[in-house]
Protein backbone atom coordinates (compact mmCIF):
# COMPACT_ATOMS: atom_id res chain seq x y z
CA UNK A 1 0.00 0.00 0.00
CA UNK A 2 1.84 3.39 -1.10
CA UNK A 3 0.67 6.14 0.44
CA UNK A 4 0.75 9.94 -2.02
CA UNK A 5 0.82 13.17 0.23
CA UNK A 6 0.77 10.76 3.72
CA UNK A 7 -2.81 9.03 2.44
CA UNK A 8 -2.80 5.61 1.60
CA UNK A 9 -4.22 4.30 -1.70
CA UNK A 10 -7.64 2.54 -1.61
CA UNK A 11 -7.03 -1.34 -1.97
CA UNK A 12 -10.40 -1.51 -3.88
CA UNK A 13 -9.84 0.29 -6.52
CA UNK A 14 -6.42 1.62 -6.57
CA UNK A 15 -7.58 4.51 -8.48
CA UNK A 16 -8.28 7.16 -5.07
CA UNK A 17 -6.36 7.84 -1.71
CA UNK A 18 -8.23 6.94 1.22
CA UNK A 19 -9.28 9.98 3.19
CA UNK A 20 -9.41 10.34 6.66
CA UNK A 21 -12.62 12.18 8.53
CA UNK A 22 -13.27 13.32 11.22
CA UNK A 23 -16.22 13.92 13.81
CA UNK A 24 -17.82 14.87 17.30
CA UNK A 25 -19.53 12.92 19.90
CA UNK A 26 -22.93 13.01 21.74
CA UNK A 27 -20.97 15.51 24.43
CA UNK A 28 -18.97 17.22 21.76
CA UNK A 29 -15.53 15.99 21.97
CA UNK A 30 -13.98 15.37 18.75
CA UNK A 31 -13.68 11.66 17.26
CA UNK A 32 -10.60 11.83 14.92
CA UNK A 33 -10.77 9.36 11.83
CA UNK A 34 -14.00 8.18 12.40
CA UNK A 35 -13.98 7.31 9.28
CA UNK A 36 -11.89 6.46 5.87
CA UNK A 37 -13.78 7.56 2.27
CA UNK A 38 -12.12 6.65 -1.22
CA UNK A 39 -11.14 9.68 -2.75
CA UNK A 40 -12.50 8.25 -5.96
CA UNK A 41 -16.75 8.58 -6.61
CA UNK A 42 -16.54 6.00 -8.77
CA UNK A 43 -15.49 3.30 -6.46
CA UNK A 44 -17.14 4.64 -2.78
CA UNK A 45 -15.49 2.56 -0.86
CA UNK A 46 -15.50 3.73 3.38
CA UNK A 47 -14.78 2.47 6.89
CA UNK A 48 -16.56 3.71 9.49
CA UNK A 49 -16.26 3.05 13.87
CA UNK A 50 -19.22 3.37 15.51
CA UNK A 51 -20.08 2.92 18.96
CA UNK A 52 -16.92 0.75 18.58
CA UNK A 53 -17.60 -1.26 15.83
CA UNK A 54 -16.02 -1.20 12.15
CA UNK A 55 -18.83 -0.79 9.47
CA UNK A 56 -17.10 -1.65 5.82
CA UNK A 57 -19.03 -0.24 2.51
CA UNK A 58 -22.01 1.64 4.20
CA UNK A 59 -23.97 4.14 1.83
CA UNK A 60 -22.36 7.28 1.82
CA UNK A 61 -25.19 10.33 1.93
CA UNK A 62 -25.53 13.36 3.30
CA UNK A 63 -26.38 14.41 7.09
CA UNK A 64 -29.10 16.77 7.63
CA UNK A 65 -28.37 17.09 11.34
Not at 14 to 34: N, Q, T, V
Amino acid sequence: MEAVHGFPRCQKCDGGLLLPLSDYGRDGAPIRYKAWVCSNPECGFNLRIDNGEITLGRQIGQSYK
